[in-house]
């Protein structure tokens, strides 16, 4: 076994998801695709991101981010990841971030808004910060990862693609992504057909959110 177990409780991480290395497949603001159709959440004013799991077999991962202009937010933790790994240099606006993102790879943290500032910037958290802010993690880039670190840690079943090279990969994911959009659209198509009492049943994970 190669996976390394870890006996220290204090590098025990005190996420409640595990960290995983992901290809970022859409990056879009006042996005308008089938996942945030099905949102109750407005959607206007934030953004979605999705990436597939290189690492680990799971399913697309989505992080939404509500715009602020205060640190103390969502979009605060999102602008200072993208700082603290250079991504937003160079980039004139939102649009040439976003163009930037898509096929990037990162490793995702499960973190809260607050405890990603404070870990980050050393920043002490305002009293009365809105609970959720507390309490619900999101997944925040921390960390740029090489194309060529694949080739010890990407899972079985995309590992003949990147032994085609990135591009290979990067189609077969955005492929992937694709499909992944369809199924969501066909799903919303039914919801809509269906009488309202019954679209109350309807239950789609945003836990991200
Ligand atoms: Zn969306």
Same mark, same amino acid.
């Given at each position: 076994m190669s996976e390394r177990i870890i006996i220290d409780w204090d590098k =025990? +991480?005190? +996420?409640l998801r595990e960290p995983f290395v992901g290809l970022i497949t859409h990056a879009e603001w006042n996005c308008n695709c089938p996942i945030c159709r099905k +949102?109750? $959440?407005? *959607? &206007?004013n934030r953004l979605h991101i999705a990436m597939l799991p =290189?690492?680990? @077999? =799971?399913d697309f991962q989505h992080a939404w981010y509500n715009y602020s202009g205060?640190?103390?937010s969502s979009w605060g933790a999102f602008i200072l990841s993208m700082k603290k790994l250079g991504v937003?240099?160079? /980039? *004139?606006d939102l649009q040439e971030l976003l163009q930037k993102l898509k096929g990037m790879l990162f490793e995702f943290e499960s973190i809260t808004v607050v405890k990603y500032i404070e870990r980050e910037t050393g920043m002490k958290c305002p009293s009365r910060l809105p609970e959720m802010l507390e309490k619900k993690e999101t997944w925040i880039p921390v960390r740029i990862v090489r @194309? &060529? @670190? =694949?080739?010890? /840690? $990407? *899972?079985d079943d995309l590992r003949q693609f990147y032994s085609q090279g990135m591009d290979r990969l990067r189609e077969i994911a955005n492929n992937l992504w694709q499909q992944e959009l369809k199924k969501h659209e066909e799903e919303l198509k039914q919801i809509e057909q269906t009488s309202p009492s019954e679209v109350e049943t309807y239950e789609y994970d945003f836990s991200n959110e």
């Open positions: =025990l +991480s005190d +996420s +949102s109750p $959440i407005q *959607r &206007n =290189l690492d680990k @077999e =799971l205060k640190k103390w937003t240099v160079g /980039c *004139r @194309e &060529n @670190e =694949l080739e010890f /840690c $990407i *899972r």
